[in-house]
């Protein structure tokens, strides 16, 4: 029988938890049952312990979900008890941390093995690739002579997503998705659409191969992206306009989850990023990995070495966690995302603070991440000039790779946005997606904070076809 005072932490492979370490410890309502079964130990009296020390940054005892078994066991080391937990630094999309109703519970769980089967199957990858040539990939990366020459500081290359059929990344993630559906036998796809962009992949990835398709899409967002409205009812999927909320992309992502929990038989579920519940963040993080794979090796290949830096821009974060997942390794390459601060007043000179960016921990959309809330938890709605932007949180891997200083994110506001739209075209002949301008003007900062020995690569997420109005409308 244990007792708080008999044990200490240490992660899965027994390693013990250092002094005054942080890490977030999240507990679901059966590992609690299992605590005081197995351990005679209340989550309270667990909570009494480890709460107040400096060790743990988070702690939370959420009801309803469930966990593996495996992330709470115990062992005896040198005649100390040692409780184990999952890893020291919990990564939220891989350790199955689900908010979920019960509801969801056995669709998340087939989700689950169904996709672990797909990942392990190389038959499934060779399908994915085979769409390569519908999709135009791989995406073509090369110099930014005249953005290097303007900015004075390091060398600018692009990779450039928006030459991906349908004007964004958000078709690799739509395709992958597409096959998982397939193979759980559903002939319904759902999805819900910012900018329409998501909306649009989604739309031909279904009717390429002959899938009923339905488009959650804010009111206020349908106004601002007609072309993309248009897209989408051409390729032959239903827009559904949402107007509960702001009208925007989270009343978007709301009401495809309310359809969802209705039609689980039938539907699947197509997120259009990497946020939501385990496995969903790991997914799309997995079908969008191509781009820093690409990246990779074209920069190898072009330049004989690895980018000093590569900079996405963060909506929700699926282009940036798929350029950014494939140089966690690489530890000189620092990994740069630029989210929105709307109409706010940030100088030039001075990046805004990664708080201000990315708010606090919380929960939303089935996953705990960072959000931008108030004091009492209430959501507080992001106003960005880029549909794609206004999202209150970011995926969960972005957050893990802000708490442990891997990736680093910055502010930039509207009018910073469209200073980096009009570089783009003037400079390169681009124009790019309002959500894509983030990134230029944090890369324009980054430049010049590097100095001309260094290169960084800029990810073009998305064509700007769909802001040519709305930019033309800014401009008087
Ligand atoms: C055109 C475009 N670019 C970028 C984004 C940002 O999305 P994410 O950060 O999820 O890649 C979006 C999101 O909807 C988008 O539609």
Redesign the pocket.
């Known amino acids: 029988m244990l007792r708080p005072h008999d044990f200490k932490l240490c992660d899965r492979f027994g390693t013990p938890v250092p002094e005054g370490e942080e890490f977030w410890l999240q507990i679901y309502a059966d590992y609690t049952a299992n605590i005081e079964k197995d351990y005679d130990l209340e989550a309270t009296s667990f909570e009494d312990k480890y709460a107040n020390t400096d060790c743990i940054k988070d702690f939370d005892i959420i009801s309803g979900g469930r966990g593996h078994p495996e992330m709470l066991t115990h062992e005896v080391i040198d005649g100390i008890t040692y409780l184990k937990m999952c890893n020291r630094y919990m990564r939220p999309s891989e350790n199955s941390i689900n908010y979920i109703p019960e509801a969801f519970y056995d669709c998340m769980a087939e989700l689950e093995r169904v996709y672990s089967e797909c990942r392990n199957d190389d038959m499934f990858w060779a399908e994915f690739r085979s769409f390569y040539p519908f999709i135009g990939r791989p995406t073509p990366l090369h110099a930014a002579d005249r953005l290097t020459e303007a900015w004075g500081g390091a060398r600018v290359y692009l990779k450039r997503e928006d030459l991906c059929h349908t004007g ?3 078709l690799n993630n739509a395709l992958g998705q597409l096959l998982v559906a397939k193979r759980l036998g559903r002939s319904r796809i759902i999805a819900e ?6 909306g649009v992949a989604t739309a031909a990835i279904c009717a390429k191969l002959g899938l009923q398709c339905v488009i959650y899409m804010g009111s206020r967002d349908m106004q601002r992206q007609k072309l993309n409205v248009q897209r989408i009812q051409m390729l032959g999927a239903q827009v559904v306009p949402v107007t509960s909320g702001s009208c925007a ?1 989270k009343d978007a992502v709301s009401e495809a989850m309310r359809d969802f929990v209705g039609n689980m038989e039938t539907t699947y579920y197509l997120v ?3 946020v939501g519940s385990h496995p969903l963040p790991t997914m799309v993080r997995d079908f969008q990995r191509v781009i820093g794979c690409e990246t990779k090796e074209q920069m190898l290949a072009l330049t004989g070495k690895l980018p000093d830096a590569v900079v996405a ?8 966690i798929g350029m950014f997942h494939p140089f966690i390794a690489d530890a000189d390459v620092r990994l740069v995302g630029a989210r929105a601060a709307g109409a706010s007043i940030v100088s030039n000179e001075q990046p805004a603070t990664a708080a201000a960016a990315l708010g606090t921990p919380g929960v939303l959309h089935g996953a705990r991440t960072l959000l931008l809330q108030d004091a009492r938890g209430q959501i507080l709605e992001p106003d960005s000039v880029a ?3 206004n999202y209150p949180g970011i995926g969960p891997e972005h957050a893990w790779l802000h708490s442990t200083g891997r990736a680093e994110y910055y502010s930039v506001t509207d009018l910073q946005a469209l200073e980096g739209f009009h570089m783009l075209a003037r400079l390169e002949g681009i124009i790019p ?1 309002l ?2 301008a983030h990134a230029v003007f944090q890369a324009k900062r980054l430049a010049q904070e590097l100095g001309t020995d260094k290169q960084i690569v800029i990810c073009i ?2 064509c700007g076809d ?1 802001d040519v109005d709305r930019v033309a409308q800014l401009a008087h």
């Open positions: 964004s990344h958000k659409t910012g900018t329409g962009q998501h992309l259009g990023s990497a821009c963060v909506g929700r974060g699926s282009s940036a549909s794609g932007m997606a959500e894509t997420s998305s769909k």
